[in-house]
């Protein structure tokens, strides 16, 4: 089991030097560890003292490193979809549009690279520390199993009774396959549908598990570093991402930000290795879940830290609540126990989200 581990905080409050260093620290507890960089950013060669390529680079035992441009990503990531699309459509409508005008739709990115970073969960890898993707980006990344699962499920109806859709249902299992390493072989959009399903929710399941996907915290000693960071905690929590920890970047004072970043545990990350203190492992895999559900309360707790109660939207539709908080929007589809209660009241109380249901 692979286990990505990647980065949220402010631009220059140590995102970089985070992951190699505990890519540093994975791979000298014997973890077969990756550096991937998901961007043309020198910094990772500069603090690895070596120049890194789009195949894998040793750096040391246990330690490999790659760069692989977003642009290439896309590029490798497109051409992959224009030979799926070419297999299983009598008409492809995507051989038309190159990899190098994907700029223009920025929406086909995360998707893009999803696959590239689905690519190197199939080498073999104990640990990938990925790197190079600003938090906005990363955000993107990790929410398009929730994004793409609510179109899949508003939009199948509408799509299975189109000549577009029984055009496109074959194409969708492989698709998926793609994206998500779900092996699939089907010729009806009805069945594809709910079988890209399933794959959208194994990738949540991704974010709902710390020892297969996690994020870290990184921050500076000034207040809007810490402010910034505390943000992208709660953005964070909507999509399922788990965060494990603080690192505290040349900060020499930690009892506010432990107070602040309650309960998260927090360390001393420094350039000078010797004077850094990071997290175990076994700590990081600890990380408190931003959704708790009690049935027998008919209550729902979404821990939204460092988000204004102004900031969160709630709509119900159905065997859904819709949670919009921040940037992000979360699609919960309720416990069977709770389907048909209409929300009876929504209340923050200690940075959480709490519904009651009738």
């Known amino acids: 089991m692979t286990q990505i581990l990647s980065f949220l905080g402010k631009g220059g409050s140590g995102r970089t030097t985070a992951a190699i260093a505990l890519a540093r620290q994975s791979a000298a507890g014997g973890a077969r560890t990756l550096v991937l960089s998901l961007g043309s950013d020198p910094s990772p060669d500069m603090l690895l003292a070596q120049d890194l390529a789009a195949t894998p680079t040793a750096i040391a035992p246990n330690l490999e490193a790659v760069r692989m441009p977003a642009t290439a990503a896309i590029n490798r990531g497109w051409e992959e979809l224009q030979t799926l699309e070419a297999q299983y459509l009598k008409t492809p409508f995507l051989r038309n549009i190159y990899s190098s005008e994907l700029a223009l739709l920025p929406g086909f990115e995360p998707l893009l690279l999803l696959t590239e970073l689905r690519r190197w969960l199939d080498q073999g890898y104990d640990r990938i520390c990925l790197d190079g993707l600003s938090s906005p980006e990363l955000l993107r990344l990790w ?68 020892r297969k996907a996690m994020a870290i915290l990184t921050t500076r000693s000034d207040r809007v570093s810490q402010a910034v960071a505390l ?123 709490i519904l009651s249901f009738q």
Not at 252 to 260: E, G, I, V
């Open 143 to 210: 929410g398009v199993p929730e994004s793409l699962d609510w179109y899949v499920r508003r939009f199948r109806g509408a799509i299975a009774d189109s000549e577009f859709g029984r055009n496109l249902g074959p194409f969708l299992p492989a698709l998926s396959a793609a994206v998500f390493s779900v092996g699939l072989s089907i010729d009806d959009w009805g069945p594809a549908a709910r079988l890209l399903e399933t794959a959208l929710e194994q990738g949540r399941s991704l974010l709902a598990d710390p």
């Open 231 to 353: 943000q992208w905690w709660g953005a964070a929590q909507p999509i399922g991402l788990r965060v494990g920890a603080v690192l505290a970047n040349e900060t020499p004072a930690l009892d506010d930000l432990k107070r602040d970043f309650a309960p998260l545990p927090v360390f001393a990350l420094s350039s000078a290795a010797a004077d850094s203190v990071l997290p175990s492992f076994d700590v990081l895999n600890r990380a408190p879940d931003p959704l708790t559900i009690d049935l027998q309360a008919r209550q729902i707790k979404l821990f939204l830290p460092g988000l204004a109660k102004e900031s969160v939207k709630l709509s119900q539709s159905g065997p859904e609540i819709t949670i919009e908080a921040g940037d992000q929007r979360r699609n919960l589809r309720l416990p069977v126990a709770l389907q048909g209660r209409a929300v009876a009241s929504a209340r923050f109380q200690e940075q959480s989200l």
